[in-house]
């Protein structure tokens, strides 16, 4: 599978709003909602334009991972970004017509390799213990088990709790 990745622009708001929408019931299965607002675009838009500060301010980046033909596959956040010890905390998504097909973890490969040729040696991730997809997208890509969470939540009807990972370019 041959993708893209490049930082989000104002021009990717209509395209991004429909892929999240599209995959709304079943991004939700697995992570927490992001709120009934969130799908209003001009809630979203005002997310979006946030987002995009975030980013000149350096404190966050937020990707799009793309096919051939420019379709939007996925997004990849990087947030929290503490230059003053090369680390931050990273998240991504795949659209359900995407999975099983490696894009999670090129995605998350291809980034790895850029964050670290930025100077970035600590990559931090958390999921929900349900989500084996994502464990194994993480593992495969070096990430450590370093924390699972004691506090146990409930997310369609089902207890969940919160693994967190660790990278190092070590």
Same mark, same amino acid.
């Not at 404190?59 to 596959?73: A, D, K, P, Q, V």
């Given at each position: 599978?041959?993708?893209?990745? *490049?930082?989000?622009?104002i021009? *990717?708001?209509?395209?991004l709003? *429909?892929?999240?929408?599209?995959n709304?019931?079943?991004?939700?299965?697995?992570?927490?909602?992001?709120g009934?607002?969130?799908?209003n675009?001009?809630?979203?838009?005002i997310?979006h334009e946030?987002l995009l500060?975030e980013?000149i301010?350096d &404190?966050?980046?937020?990707?799009l991972?793309r096919g051939?033909?420019g379709e939007?596959?996925?997004r990849?956040n990087?947030v929290?970004i *503490?230059? &003053?010890?090369?680390?931050?905390?990273?998240?991504?998504r795949?659209?359900?017509?995407?999975?099983?097909?490696?894009i999670?973890?090129?995605?998350?490969?291809t980034t790895?390799?850029?964050? &670290?040729?930025?100077?970035f040696t600590?990559?931090f991730a958390k999921?929900?213990n349900?989500?084996?997809?994502?464990?194994?997208?993480?593992e495969k890509?070096g990430f450590?088990?370093?924390?699972?969470?004691?506090?146990?939540?409930?997310?369609?009807?089902?207890?969940?709790?919160?693994?967190?990972?660790?990278?190092?370019?070590t």
């Amino acid at each position: 599978m041959e993708i893209t990745i *490049d930082k989000i622009k104002i021009d *990717d708001a209509q395209d991004l709003f *429909d892929f999240e929408s599209e995959n709304r019931a079943f991004f939700e299965r697995m992570v927490p909602s992001r709120g009934e607002d969130y799908y209003n675009f001009e809630t979203f838009m005002i997310r979006h334009e946030r987002l995009l500060d975030e980013q000149i301010q350096d &404190s966050s980046y937020f990707y799009l991972i793309r096919g051939r033909n420019g379709e939007i596959l996925g997004r990849m956040n990087v947030v929290d970004i *503490d230059r &003053s010890q090369n680390l931050a905390h990273i998240g991504y998504r795949v659209g359900e017509k995407h999975i099983g097909q490696g894009i999670a973890h090129l995605a998350l490969q291809t980034t790895l390799e850029s964050l &670290s040729k930025e100077g970035f040696t600590e990559i931090f991730a958390k999921t929900t213990n349900h989500n084996i997809a994502s464990q194994k997208v993480l593992e495969k890509n070096g990430f450590k088990k370093v924390e699972v969470s004691e506090k146990e939540f409930v997310m369609n009807e089902e207890i969940v709790w919160f693994i967190s990972y660790r990278w190092d370019i070590t």
